[in-house]
């Protein structure tokens, strides 16, 4: 029962190259960052990653995608990192862009053992219908495009199947731990982390605080420990060591 790991080195030691890992963290908030530069100081690479972007340049997944680790992302958006940009637009990162919450609940039906689901979300577009560029060619043409997928109809409605996913690992950051797995979660890090928790096969928690077994109320959990099976405790300085992205106090001008 007692899931403490000595390091987060140690923790990560088996992720063998071209493993997949569904990642915690929503903008730059509950990034498992020092779990992220484990990974890198691994050595790992051909990763797929599962995420719900893939970090900024030069932070939480951007380290591992600037180094040349990542394979393919599944994602829900690019946002502002420019590698990122450069690396798809250039064909050398496959990338599948899929709908938030479609992503959201891929990952919490292969966490549940769902397969597939209908949604009706992409109906109409090319997320159903195909064609949506995986990878493009040095060339800039489409080397490799989205499927079609089955489309359904229920109450007069059109919805597209959707697969669930799950990973080999799972990256995830946690406020509060105990021994067991049992995690407690902080405001926007609860987006995504207890979805990546579930779609793991083997799920790496670090948390800020290590408290002991019955320290937290059974009501005030997010991811049970049946979901976890390691735990990292951080430092005071890694457990403090959080990015912003953008910091704007007051716009430039006169006042």
């Given amino acids: 029962m007692d899931k403490v790991e000595e390091s987060a080195v140690r923790a990560v030691g088996d992720i063998p190259d071209g493993a997949t890992l569904a990642v915690g963290g929503f903008g730059l908030s509950g990034v498992p960052n020092v779990l992220i530069d484990a990974v890198h100081a691994s050595g790992a690479r051909g990763l797929g990653v599962v995420s719900n972007n893939c970090g900024v340049d030069g932070g939480g997944l951007g380290v591992l995608l600037a180094a040349g680790r990542i394979a393919r992302v599944t994602c829900s958006y690019i946002g502002e990192n420019k590698e990122f940009a450069r690396q798809y637009l250039g064909g050398e990162l496959e990338v599948e862009l899929v709908p938030q919450g479609t992503l959201a609940e891929r990952l919490r039906s292969g966490g549940c053992g769902i397969p597939a689901f209908f949604t009706p979300a992409g109906v109409g577009s090319q997320v159903a219908d195909g064609g ?9 043409t489409v080397a490799v495009a989205s499927p079609a997928k089955e489309v359904r109809t229920f109450a007069g409605r059109d919805h597209v199947l959707e697969h669930g996913i799950g990973t080999d690992f799972a990256l995830v950051r946690a406020a509060r731990g105990d021994r067991h797995g049992n995690l407690v979660l902080n405001k926007a890090a609860r987006n995504f982390n207890p979805l990546a928790a579930m779609a793991g096969r083997v799920t790496i928690a670090e948390v800020e605080e290590l408290v002991p077994p019955g ?9 049970p420990g049946a979901f976890v099976q390691r735990v990292v405790p951080l430092t005071p300085a890694q457990a403090a060591a959080k990015r912003v992205e953008k910091l704007t106090v007051r716009e430039a001008g006169p006042r």
């Fill in 132 to 140: 949506l560029p995986w990878r493009y060619a040095p060339d800039g």
């Fill in 215 to 223: 320290a937290i109320d059974p009501d005030a959990v997010h991811v």
